[in-house]
């Protein structure tokens, strides 16, 4: 089992950056995809990034591509979400998740999640 920590979230300005982290316990933390999801008020949960376990391999939304960049220090057992260029649409709350699978886009098949953080972003 593993319990997971989000931190790093706040108000910025449009264009602004932040980089969001997730902490977990648990020693097996190297052996879990983590992804990032968001929700904004009154819509559904929706996918934002994942990475492998050993982070070999990354995969974005759209939405994030090319603005977002996720990675992991598995000794630090800590996923990072470094957030560049953001924008009014990228506010919500955001979740961290982990899954003994593959990567995956839908939140059903993560098994573990975060409390998350609260990320507004001022146009």
């Known amino acids: 089992q593993v319990q997971l920590v989000e931190s790093g979230g706040g108000l910025v300005q449009a264009g602004g950056s932040l980089r969001l982290s997730c902490a977990a316990s648990?020693?097996?933390?190297?052996?879990?995809?983590v992804g990032w999801f968001r929700q904004a008020p009154g819509k559904e949960r929706e996918f934002v990034a994942a990475i492998s376990w050993g982070g070999g391999s990354t995969y974005y939304a759209d939405s994030v591509k090319g603005r977002f960049t996720i990675s992991r220090d598995n000794a630090k057992s800590t996923v990072y979400l470094q957030m560049n260029s953001l924008k009014p649409e990228d506010t919500a709350v955001y979740f961290c998740?982990?899954?003994?699978?593959?990567?995956?886009?839908?939140?059903?098949?993560?098994?573990?999640w975060g409390q998350g953080t609260q990320v507004t972003v001022s146009s």
């Open positions: 998740a982990a899954t003994t699978g593959y990567y995956s886009n839908i939140p059903r098949t993560y098994d573990y």
């Open positions: 648990g020693r097996t933390f190297s052996r879990y995809t």
